[in-house]
Nanobody, 115 residues
Framework: QVQLVESGGGLVQAGGSLRLSCAASRRIFSIEDMGWYRQAPGRQRDLVASITHGGDTNYADSVNGRFTISRDNAKSTVYLQMNSLKPDDTAVYYC?????????WGQGTQVTVSS
C-alpha cells in the first residue's frame, strides 16, 4: 500500500506557471512508475505525463514542450512543472503510482487557468 499526497494546484492566468508535487508515503521501488493524470468536468481521466524509476518520460501531445515531469527517488516525490498554461489545462490533476497491474491514486489537486 502507498498513500500519495498532491500539492501545488491553484488559480493562475493563461500563460502562467504552476508546479505540482506528489509525495509518496513510502520508498518508491525501481519497478514502480509514476505519472500525472487530469480530469476535466464531464471528461475521462487522461494521462498527462509519466516517468519511470530510471527517468524515462512520456507526455501527452497537448502538453509536450510545456510541461516537465521529474522525480526525486530519495524523497519519494514526483513533480510536474507546468508552463505556458492554457484554459484547456483546467482540470483536477491526479498523481499515479503504477506497479504492474496495480494503480494507486492521490486525492487530486485542482488547477484552474483563467483566460
Amino acid at each position: 500500500q502507498v498513500q500519495l499526497v498532491e500539492s501545488g494546484g491553484g488559480l493562475v492566468q493563461a500563460g502562467g506557471s504552476l508546479r505540482l508535487s506528489c509525495a509518496a508515503s513510502r520508498r518508491i521501488f525501481s519497478i514502480e512508475d509514476m505519472g500525472w493524470y487530469r480530469q476535466a468536468p464531464g471528461r475521462q481521466r487522461d494521462l498527462v505525463a509519466s516517468i519511470t524509476h530510471g527517468g524515462d518520460t512520456n507526455y501527452a501531445d497537448s502538453v509536450n514542450g510545456r510541461f516537465t515531469i521529474s522525480r526525486d527517488n530519495a524523497k519519494s516525490t514526483v513533480y510536474l512543472q507546468m508552463n505556458s498554461l492554457k484554459p484547456d489545462d483546467t482540470a483536477v490533476y491526479y498523481c499515479n503510482l503504477r506497479r504492474g497491474a496495480m494503480n494507486y491514486w492521490g486525492q487530486g489537486t485542482q488547477v484552474t487557468v483563467s483566460s
